[in-house]
């Protein structure tokens, strides 16, 4: 159940519109969270801004949404998980690459140690060790393309709250979460290697 009003892009303040105009002219629609955040245009243009300028980083628009979708499932944010599917899958990524990113896993050897990372970061709340950061350099991640991931994680950790906590009607096709049973990271970590 919606715990927040959705703004109306034709019904707001210039500045709102203005925003929301340009969500909706990316994505042909005004989905529910970016109507949500309008609520603070500044909350809005911070995120309006970190989609665009992490969508002309270096680590490329397949392993940001892999990134999404694993942190989605990590934090039980339905809203996420079932956006960054239906973004993924328009990036090219298949349904199978899809799932197995909601636990951190990929038969790429070098998605898997970012998808790894990033819930590794997730999970210590950042305090990942020198280990943690070896192996993704060992998988070909420079300084840049782990800056990169750790702001995926931020901006991404932002949009979870947001539909968790204001309980976002979800506008995307659904899609299940994975449970982060002791088999299924088990799982995930044989297909890590």
Known sequence: MSRIT????????????????????????????????????????????????????????????QIAVAIANRNGCHYCLAAHTALGTRAGLGAAELTAAQTGASNDPRTRAALQFALTVVDTRGQVSDTDLRALRAAGFDDQGAMEIVAHVALNLFTNYVNIVFGVPVDFPAVPLLPITPQVQRQAESVAG
Request: without cysteine.
């Open 6 to 65: 959705l703004i109306d892009r034709n019904d707001t303040t210039p500045d709102r519109k203005q925003l929301l105009d340009q969500v909706h002219a990316a994505f042909g629609a005004s989905p529910n969270m970016f109507r949500a955040v309008a609520h603070s245009p500044a909350a809005l243009k911070s995120m309006w801004s970190s989609f665009g300028a992490l969508g002309g980083g270096t680590i490329g628009a397949r392993l940001g949404e």
